[in-house]
């Protein structure tokens, strides 16, 4: 193959509660979103019993797509898009998540949106949950702790597959469902899976245990679509930070083995219907009496992806120390700075080369295809007198990543179906709440304390991945 295929689906990603705002609208309910406040660089968001007076929630307003996405979907055409990936906020279609009927004015709401991507030929890339469960579902029943959750999550599923099957053929369940693996810290537990730990709680069981709900979850969505309309591709969706030894000592390289099991197993069960061998040895090891049953097991053995969504913005680096003899992943502590590589403002490191490697290794475990659903840089932008944004180090940044990822494609044989770059239009970071860690091609005049017009904006990385698309990636 010389290039891309022809039908490669070039577009951009963003996620429901980062840019629709309308936080209250169309009786949209309070989702985990809706509760974490504005953080910085290191500085955690706080996540809030409810929603309390006085306090900073930038995604309640966000960037008022909800309001705007007409114009906002008019510029994605203008830059040639194929696909758009979006999330259909849980709360918009069932409010507090345990209802039996769903929201008709979030049905719609989706509807018109979807009507106006297809309208400009924009296929819509749809997950189902993008950190952002209905925030009942914490208060009532613990988040994913129960396994009453599942049954909510299927009814919401089979109400949008139904719903919108003859618009959105491209569907993904939970976006980074293996970001809980950093489950010593509160964000990602929260945002994956509604857990609010307890003090002192031993909070490796209860990741996996709500791990293991979504998973027999997501099998049964997949089951459904299918049964639905067998059109319809469902995906997983993995945070794809591939893991270095730091050295070629050989407990460096063991231990970054051990930190790739420990944080990818989650694809080996969307993907092969089972758990890894080695994953049920540490839950013995350990001691993990988990709720996993028979019926749990058949599920997932039927529900098995059609593809692999995953997400790249940097690869880890990982070394075996003294006080880890069992070489033991705890990614809280286990990471080190790779020297070979340099960082983005947030201390992101930026490797291109891992991208290709990423995509290797996806495609060597399991032979499916392979959508990268997420890649940018989350980077400082200044607005020109003249109105102009020249982010040229976000089109660097893109351009190697996407040279790399040819490689991948046409060195190397890899079964690529399309790319989407992350925050194509400027909007609210999930890790920090912050407007000013910007990735889009389109600039959007919001500050972190909420001030702005809301007006859009090209930047100059707009023309740029115009160009890329109309030459199906030649143009770098
Ligand atoms: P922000 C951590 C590591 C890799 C991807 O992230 C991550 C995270 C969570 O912060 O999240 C994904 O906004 C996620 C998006 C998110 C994007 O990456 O923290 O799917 O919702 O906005 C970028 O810079």
Known sequence: MSGFKRDFLWGGAVAAHQLEGGWKEGGKGVSVADVMTAGANGVPREITDGVLPGKNYPNHEAIDFYHRYKEDIRLFAEMGFKCFRTSIAWTRIFPLGDESEPNEAGLRFYDDLFDECLKYGIEPVITLSHFEMPYHLVTEYGGWRSRKVIDFFVRFAKAVFSRYQHKVKYWMTFNEINNQANFHRDFAPFTNSGLRYRPGEDREPVMFQAAHYELVASALAVKAARDINPE?????????????????????????????????????????????????????????????????????????????????????????????????????????????????????????????????????????????????????????????????????????????????????????????????????????????????????????????????????????????????????
């Open 232 to 476: 319809l591709k469902i995906g997983c969706m993995i945070a794809m930070c591939p893991i270095y030894p730091l050295t070629c000592a050989p407990d460096d390289v063991m231990m970054a083995m051990n930190a790739m099991h420990r944080r990818y197993w989650f694809t080996d069960v969307h993907v092969r219907g089972k758990y890894p061998q080695h994953l049920l040895n540490y839950f013995a090891r350990r001691g993990f009496a988990l709720d996993i049953t028979d019926a749990d097991r058949a599920a997932l053995a039927e529900g098995c992806v059609d593809y692999i969504g995953f997400s790249y913005y940097m690869s880890f680096t990982t070394k075996a120390t003294d006080d880890n003899p069992g070489l033991d992943y705890d990614e809280s502590k286990s990471l080190v700075s790779n020297p070979y590589v340099k960082k983005s403002d947030w201390g992101w490191q930026i490797d291109p080369v891992g991208l290709r490697y990423s995509l290797n290794w996806f495609w060597d475990h399991y032979q499916l295809p392979l959508f990268i659903v997420e890649n940018g840089f989350g980077a400082i932008d200044v607005l020109e007198s003249d109105g102009s944004v020249n982010d040229q180090y976000r089109i660097d940044y893109l351009a190697a990543h996407i040279a790399e990822m040819k490689k991948a494609v046409v060195e190397d044989g890899v079964d690529l179906m399309g790319y989407t770059p992350w925050g194509c239009i400027d909007l609210v970071s999930a890790g920090t709440g912050e407007m000013k860690k910007r990735y889009g091609f389109i600039y959007v005049d919001k500050d972190n304390d909420g001030n702005g017009t809301l007006a859009r904006s090209r930047k100059r990385s707009f023309s740029w991945y115009q160009k890329v698309i109309s030459s199906n990636g030649e143009s770098l």
